[in-house]
């Protein structure tokens, strides 16, 4: 015992698993280090079939990366360029989830390139190409994962990939495109590289150079085939003229690759490594659909590589310094074959441990499983309890809406029956007005001719007087008639024209005289009719004035009546808080915050509050009461979720004290007193109830807040794990089920099976659509804060977002289990129905989750509202494949009753009867089961959300 050392007996002996863990690792280093090291000449093929052997046995690519990037590929160029080449192949022909671990390495790439690009000849310009070129090939399986690493997929994969959407095609026709410019781009530079370093392919020099091309041709050969028939399917659709950019760019690929093609096959390297078939002399006439039959895919042809490769000859070494050269060929079929069984030995211990770990996984999801319906079945029973509360609760809501209904309908009626009669009051004053301007006019025109007639008078007046003075002049002539013979007869004449003057005038005097008369009866006629109008005008006006008193007091009345309904509605809802019924109400402390804005809006409003503007008053009153009863009554059951009985009570009297404040608000309004102080008062109470709900809602979050965000990341990528591991599973199941059935079970499995793989697809991009605008929500709603502030303060949302990613895995799940069942035929078509209908509402319920916090006008939230219809599409066409499929089976299995005798034939109807009153019976069970869950299910909704 004294022998044995103390660090063996305190460091365990390693298991098997691990020693072979270890020897694995170090073959995949070692295989790595000898693919790539800095000798100028071509891969080792075995070694790089060593790494993509070593994917397949770790079904993943994190093991290769992890020792491809310890290389010197920054510091070697042929480091770098042997790395880009084993990496392609790895690509190629790797596992499939090489693909995916190599996304993230992308970054890593691109440094490569970025580095060696600074030397713009040689290895340093192909580098960069090269990086290029890996990079734009992750970027199109990631965009199209349906294509694997090959680029190999049937005639009936390329047409379920495109689809039968235009812009997908017209979308992926670019990619491809894209796709062959990094491989001609490539192809030019090495083949310029060579020429340029005098080298060809039969040195190692060379032949470093030219063997990544080998990938390359392999993946253009496809590329090529998909874009020209993807083209023709596009013209078939398309007008030609929009396509006129496609068929310039084909044609201008058509040629680099035609000379590509013939560059590689005039080399001696290239002719036992690759069968390169050429390409036709004129490309395809897309413009002629009958093109498309003459169109032949040619397949690039790699002859299976020897198991033994021989050294590259060196050009600086011409020297063998092997020591048993001879000896190595004899030895090596003895080395492949011990690898091979080595490989098959570890393969089965790699499906034995898989299968312990399977049937273990099984157990204990049938434990999970008999725990959750123990648990469903004990949240059935709460959900009823909730159900009827909530009913009890929609009852008050409506008859409190429809009296507020009932008392605004009322005093829209008096208002409309006053307004009448205002506006038949003032039809009449405005007649009566304009009758009296009428008549004053006339008055006016009257008065104008009086004054015209007076002004008459006045000069016949002036006439008169100057008859007098001619009289007079007369008895003085006549003294003087002795001394003025000689004028006597001109004195005769001149005095008998003035007599006849005077005549006349005084003719002309009666006449304006007559003529006056008229006027100044027609005068008084005119003061008499304007008296009595003037009187009917006033009697008019004091009508008007009683009636503007009437409507005035109506008014006031009216406002008056409404303010007091107010205080009632408002007293009402001050009185249900002490109401025990109401404890059993919640509300959440986000709900009740968002209430505070439309509050604190009115309490402002009151402000600038004009009293004799009857509307608004009535309108402000009314949305004073009625929001702050529906505050008081959440704050009530904000209360309520307080753990704390004595926070929750003083939580309720706080919204009690505002509500007496507002009711004196009310009574402020009403009485036409200043609001100020009161408003202030309310103010002050709003923003003391929402401190209370904040301190409730810190004490209910709890360490649950610090972890909103791993949470929500969690349910994310457990979400996208599900719909990834879903979709996988039904290309799978499609694979077996061609291979095992066939004839109409084949037919039904097919159909089934694309429709739900079209509906995972819409699944993904619903999925994707909602991360984009989940990114944009909180980078918008989180202001100066950081994302875990934001999902702290919006935790009821995160909390409905986590529920829904949550039910779109738990639907993905669902709806796989059914698609396996109905595939093996353990199943029924129904269960597939509503597995389909049930990830659609899962997804709605994940739109639903994102529109909350989204902006209106986001155009992240328009593509998530059209792949949310993707969906609902997709969920339409599983259900009607599904109705199909079971009409076509029913068509299949249809009752032949030709052959039934009379006794039979009535037994069999006896029994069918039996049958279809077991079946309604099983089916009145079924609806009262289903009715039962989803009570639950809305239970546990609400529960979530508060």
Not at 883 to 900: P, Y
Request: net charge negative.
């Amino acid at each position: 015992m004294a022998s044995i050392s103390l660090p063996r007996v305190l460091h365990p002996r390693k298991t098997s698993l691990e020693i072979e863990r270890e020897n694995f690792e170090k073959a995949q280093s070692q295989a790595l280090q000898k693919a790539i090291n800095g000798q100028e000449c071509p891969v080792k093929q075995k070694h790089v079939r060593s790494a993509i052997i070593g994917t397949f046995q770790t079904q993943s690519a994190k093991i290769f990366w992890a020792y491809a990037l310890r290389l010197p590929s920054l510091d070697d160029r042929i480091v770098a360029w042997k790395l880009c080449h084993v990496v392609h192949k790895i690509l190629r022909e790797g596992h499939p989830l090489c693909l995916v671990d190599s996304q993230r390495h992308r970054k890593e790439l691109d440094e490569i390139g970025k580095l060696w690009g600074h030397l713009r000849e040689g290895y340093g310009k192909m580098i960069k190409l090269y990086t290029a070129l890996l990079i734009n090939k992750l970027e199109f399986h990631r965009r199209n994962p349906r294509f694997p690493g090959h680029l190999g997929v049937t005639p009936d994969e390329l047409e379920s990939i495109g689809g039968n959407d235009v812009n997908n095609i017209f979308d992926m026709t670019i990619e491809m495109f894209d796709y062959l410019d990094h491989i001609l781009a490539l192809q030019e530079a090495v083949f310029g590289s060579l020429n340029m370093a005098r080298s060809n392919s039969m040195t190692s020099a060379g032949q470093c150079r030219l063997a990544p091309l080998i990938p390359c041709i392999q993946d253009a050969s496809k590329l090529y085939d998909y874009s020209v028939k993807l083209l023709f399917r596009l013209h078939s659709t398309l007008p030609a003229d929009i396509l006129a950019g496609h068929r310039e760019r084909f044609l201008k690929q058509f040629r680099a690759l035609k000379k590509f093609y013939e560059s590689t096959s005039n080399l001696q390297y290239f002719k036992d490594l690759i069968a390169i078939p050429p390409l036709p002399e004129k490309p395809p006439n897309f413009l002629i659909m009958g093109d498309l039959r003459d169109y032949v895919t040619q397949e690039v042809v790699v002859p299976q590589e020897p198991e033994h490769e021989e050294e590259p000859i060196q050009e600086e070494t011409l020297i063998d310094t092997t020591d048993d050269s001879a000896q190595d060929s004899n030895k090596v079929s003895f080395v492949v074959h011990q690898e091979i069984l080595e490989q098959r030995e570890f393969l089965k211990m790699q499906c034995e441990k898989l299968r312990g770990e399977i049937n273990a996984l099984m157990s204990k999801n049938q434990k999970d499983i008999t725990l959750l319906k123990d648990k469903i079945s004990s949240l059935e029973h709460d959900l009823a309890l909730k159900e009827s509360e909530l009913e009890h609760e929609k009852h008050i809501k409506e008859d409190l809406l429809n009296q507020s209904f009932a008392v605004a309908q009322s005093q829209d009626s008096e208002q409309k029956q006053f307004h009448e009669k205002f506006d038949k009051l003032k039809a009449i004053y405005v007649k009566l007005r304009d009758e009296h301007v009428a008549e004053l006019r006339k008055k006016a025109e009257v008065e104008k001719k009086l004054s015209i007639a007076l002004r008459t008078v006045e000069k016949m007046t002036e006439l008169e007087a100057e008859k007098d003075k001619l009289e007079m002049s007369e008895k003085q002539k006549s003294d003087e008639l002795a001394s003025l013979i000689k004028d006597k007869e001109l004195f005769n004449m001149e005095t008998e024209i003035l007599k006849k003057s005077v005549a006349d005038a005084c003719k002309e005097k009666d006449s304006i005289e007559r003529e006056l008369q008229s006027v100044l009866e027609e005068k008084e006629e005119l003061r008499k009719k304007s008296e009595e109008l003037s009187y009917k005008l006033l009697e008019l006006e004091r009508q008007i004035d009683n009636e503007q008193k009437k409507l005035q007091a109506s008014l006031e009345s009216i406002v008056r009546k409404s303010i007091e309904n107010n205080e009632e509605t408002l007293s009402n809802a001050i009185h249900e808080v002490d109401n025990p019924a109401i404890t059993a109400l919640t509300c959440s402390p986000d709900y009740l915050r968002s209430l505070t804005k439309g509050c604190q809006d009115v309490l402002q409003e009151s402000l600038t509050l004009i009293f004799t503007d009857y509307e608004s008053v009535i309108t402000l009153t009314n949305k004073i009461a009625h929001r702050h009863s529906v505050y008081i009554l959440n704050g009530r059951a904000t209360g309520n979720t307080s753990p704390d009985i004595a926070f929750g009570e003083k939580m309720a009297d706080s919204c009690k004290i505002l509500g007496e404040v507002v009711l004196r608000l009310l009574q402020s309004i009403k009485e036409n007193q200043s609001t100020e102080v009161i408003v202030k008062e309310a103010v002050e109470k709003l923003e003391e109830i929402v401190v209370l709900g904040e301190n409730i809602n810190m004490s209910l979050l709890g360490e649950k807040a610090e972890n909103l965000v791993d949470m929500l990341e969690s349910e994310m990528a457990s979400m996208d794990k599900a719909i990834e591991e879903a979709a996988n599973k039904i290309q799978e199941m499609l694979t077996n089920s061609r291979a095992a059935d066939s004839g109409i079970k084949l037919e039904v499995n097919e159909k089934i099976l694309d429709t739900c793989t079209s509906l995972m697809q819409a699944i993904r991009l619903l999925v994707k659509k909602s991360r984009v605008l989940q990114a944009e929500i909180v980078s918008q709603g989180r202001g100066t804060a950081s994302d875990k502030d934001f999902y702290k303060r919006n935790h009821q949302w995160t909390d409905g977002f986590i529920s829904a990613a949550k039910a779109v895995a738990v639907a993905a799940k669902f709806l796989l289990t059914a698609a396996d069942k109905v595939v093996t035929s353990n199943g029924k078509l129904e269960q597939l129905v509503v597995a389909a209908q049930e990830i659609g509402a899962s997804t709605a319920q994940l739109v639903v989750a994102s529109r909350v916090k989204a902006d209106r006008n986001s155009e992240n939230l328009k593509q998530l509202t059209q792949a949310s219809k993707g969906v609902t599409t997709a969920t339409g066409t599983v259900v009607a494949t599904v109705k199909d499929c079971s009409q076509l089976i029913e068509e299949r299995e249809e009752l032949d009753v030709s052959n039934l005798s009379l006794h039979q034939a009535k037994r069999m109807e006896m029994e069918v009867q039996v049958r279809v009153l077991e079946l309604e019976k099983e089916l009145e069970q079924e609806r009262y089961k289903l009715s039962k869950l989803r009570k639950h299910h809305y239970q546990l909704s609400g529960e979530s959300d508060t």
